[in-house]
């Protein structure tokens, strides 16, 4: 199965049909619109089997399936947490989309709203079929500003509940040594950070591989860059 996790930034109904050379099964899409509520025909018919989640019906967070593909919502109260869409897959595998967001909190934005969503959900992805996976909106090089909690912190949660990042043990490199960067900030190509991510099984790391997608490509649609990761069957 191949998932695919981008922030599109925005009116991802122009944008949708970029990823069909990726082959996705399934996509998780930051700062997409709802799209039930869309005007475009095309989108809404492309998004017919997907789920949404959102205050804004123009910027949201969105999973979309191919049309055989059975996806179902997980209750996972969020408790105002921004932004996390859980689901399951053909019954098989728990996904998580992640778009983490600033909030009025200084000290719990962005990975802080992840940090305290582990804490209330650990144990319901605590699976051997449990992978988070998006636009976390963080890196280790940024640990020192966030007082209460840290990227680090963030990676040990997932690691004790048994999902490892994707990237770095394929690309055998520490948290904040990346080379591949996901996001160029304001498009520009001096400004590369990697702050977006797969976690996933640690049983499922040695037979599943990822891609960043190339700014030549996708920095005309986005300053973030899709992450492509192919795992092998859940059973």
């Not at 408790?79 to 595998?93: A, H, K, V």
């Amino acid at each position: 199965m191949i998932i695919v996790s981008w922030n599109c930034a925005g009116a991802f109904r122009n944008k949708f049909t970029s990823l069909q050379n990726l082959l996705p099964d399934v996509c998780v899409v930051q700062e997409c619109e709802d799209p039930m509520r869309s005007a475009s025909d095309s989108y809404r018919k492309w998004s017919a089997n997907s789920l949404w989640i959102g205050d804004n019906k123009n910027r949201g967070l969105g999973i979309f399936a191919k049309p055989h593909i059975r996806l179902e919502p997980v209750a996972l109260d969020a408790n105002g947490l921004e932004t996390f869409l859980p689901c399951r897959i053909d019954g098989l595998m728990t996904l998580l989309g992640v778009w983490t967001r600033r909030t009025e909190s200084y000290d719990f934005r962005y990975i802080g709203q992840l940090w305290k969503y582990l804490k209330l959900h650990a144990e319901a992805l605590r699976t051997k079929t449990s992978i988070v996976m998006g636009d976390f909106n963080s890196n280790m090089i940024w640990d020192k500003r966030h007082a209460a909690v840290s990227h680090t912190s963030v990676v040990q949660q997932l690691s004790d509940i048994g999902l490892e990042s994707l990237y770095h043990y394929a690309q055998s490199v520490p948290q904040g040594k990346e080379r591949d960067a996901t996001l160029f900030l304001q498009r520009n190509l001096k400004k590369p950070y990697h702050i977006d991510y797969a976690f996933i099984p640690k049983n499922l790391l040695p037979s599943s591989t990822i891609e960043i997608g190339k700014s030549s490509a996708w920095l005309k649609y986005s300053d973030h860059m899709p992450v492509r990761m192919k795992i092998g069957t859940v059973s």
